[in-house]
Structure formats: structure tokens, C-alpha cells
């Protein structure tokens, strides 16, 4: 499992972009990047992954950098509610999860 | 998507008890649970992988004596914490994959308190 780095903290306007970058540079070529966030006191709920291409879905959508070293998750319209601590995670498709410190994000009227 | 219940969601037992925490997936068969602790303000750590029908794995430095684990069936694991003392205080967490899925899905936790 490739280690990811990722900024402890973002503000970010309400109803503008979330863009929350990741750095994972030694990920291989078979590891997916996932995105999870946690909301206090809650499981951590699944956001979106990928594994070379950008993808999207209702929730948000992943750049993946064509290296595979980086990618940045975007929230397009954040909201109040999208409050919470973000985990990038580089991991084979078993799901076994280390966990890095992630980005708290903070969404400000 | 697909649901994953633990059940309690909150517990508080006495120093020196045991105390079950069930992780159900309602929705599909989970050949393999995870499951994770979270002290306040920390990160979530992986505690050990949950194999239906076969010894869990420990991550390094777990007690396997001390956090027993079974998973009986595909849709059900359970993580006892024995003998547990107030530095077993945490937040349990468990994660369930399936063989149709490409992702995991997390319960919603159980918040242990040991007095």
C-alpha cells in the first residue's frame, strides 16, 4: 500500500469548489486511489475511486495526474454539510485500508 | 449502495467485562471484514482482516487474545474486546467487501466506553 500525503486542514466558501489535493508517489500500477470522508463520530462513507482515468459521479469527481503520483478530489458546490475529514487512500482492489491523517475540511457560510 | 450495521452503536461496560460488536452487511455477502479503531482526534487504524470461515489476521502489535474476532457466516463478523479496561476506550469501526463490489463499505461505528 502506497503512502499518501495530504494537507491537515482547507477552508473553502460555501457554494464554491473544494479542490483537495493528495500526493502518492510511490503507487503502483495496479493500486486504486480511493476517497473516503468522515463525518465527526460517524463511519467513514465512500466518496469515489479510480485507477488511471478521471472519473465522476454524483458526489464528486477525481483527477488523476497522468503519473498516477497525484490527484485532487472536487466537490464542485460545497455545502455546510460536506464538513469533514477527507482520506485519500492508494490501495489494492482487497480493501484493506491504512489510513493517513487526512484533510479536515472546513466549509464556511 | 450497500449497507453495513453494527450494532451497539454505543457501549459502556465495566473494567475487566468482555463486550460483542456485531458488524452486519444487510445487502451482500462479505467474504472479508475489516476492522478499525479510532482514538479522539486520530485517524482510523486498521485493527485486523475479518476471512469468513477461517482465522482472522492481525495487524502488528493487536492482541488477538484480547480483541477476539470470528466471522461465522458472509454477512456476519463479530469483534469481542476481552477484558477490556479503560484504555480499550475507542472507536470500533468495521468495513465489509464483497465479491461483486469494488469498493468497502464502513458501519457506522460503536463508540466503547470501559468504566
Known amino acids: 500500500d502506497a503512502k499518501t500525503t495530504q494537507p491537515p486542514s482547507m477552508d473553502c466558501a460555501e457554494g464554491r469548489a473544494a479542490n483537495l489535493p493528495c500526493n502518492h508517489s510511490?503507487?503502483?500500477?495496479?493500486?486504486?486511489v480511493y476517497w473516503y470522508r468522515q463525518i465527526h463520530s460517524q463511519g467513514p462513507q465512500y466518496i469515489i475511486h479510480g485507477l488511471k482515468n478521471n472519473e465522476t459521479n454524483e458526489m464528486a469527481s477525481l483527477i488523476i495526474t497522468e503519473d498516477r503520483k497525484s490527484s485532487t478530489l472536487i466537490l464542485p458546490h460545497a455545502t455546510l454539510r460536506d464538513t469533514a475529514v477527507y482520506y485519500c487512500i492508494a490501495e489494492y482492489n482487497f480493501n484493506k485500508f491504512y489510513f493517513g491523517s487526512g484533510t479536515k475540511l472546513n466549509v464556511k457560510p | 449502495g450497500a449497507v453495513v450495521s453494527q450494532h451497539p452503536s454505543r457501549v459502556i461496560c465495566k473494567s475487566g467485562t468482555s463486550v460483542k460488536i456485531e458488524c452486519r452487511s444487510l445487502d451482500f455477502q462479505a467474504t472479508t471484514m475489516f476492522w478499525y479503531r479510532q482514538f479522539p482526534k486520530q485517524s482510523l487504524m486498521l485493527m485486523a482482516t475479518s476471512n469468513e470461515g477461517s482465522k482472522a489476521t492481525y495487524e502488528q502489535g493487536v492482541e488477538k487474545d484480547k480483541f477476539l474476532i470470528n466471522h461465522a457466516s458472509l454477512t456476519l463478523s463479530t469483534l469481542t474486546v476481552t477484558s477490556a479496561h479503560p484504555e480499550d476506550s475507542s472507536f470500533y469501526i468495521c468495513?465489509?467487501?464483497?465479491?461483486?463490489?469494488?469498493?468497502?463499505?464502513f458501519g457506522q461505528g460503536t463508540r466503547l466506553t470501559v468504566v
Open positions: 510511490t503507487i503502483s500500477g495496479n493500486e486504486y
Open positions: 468495513s465489509a467487501h464483497g465479491t461483486q463490489n469494488t469498493e468497502a463499505f
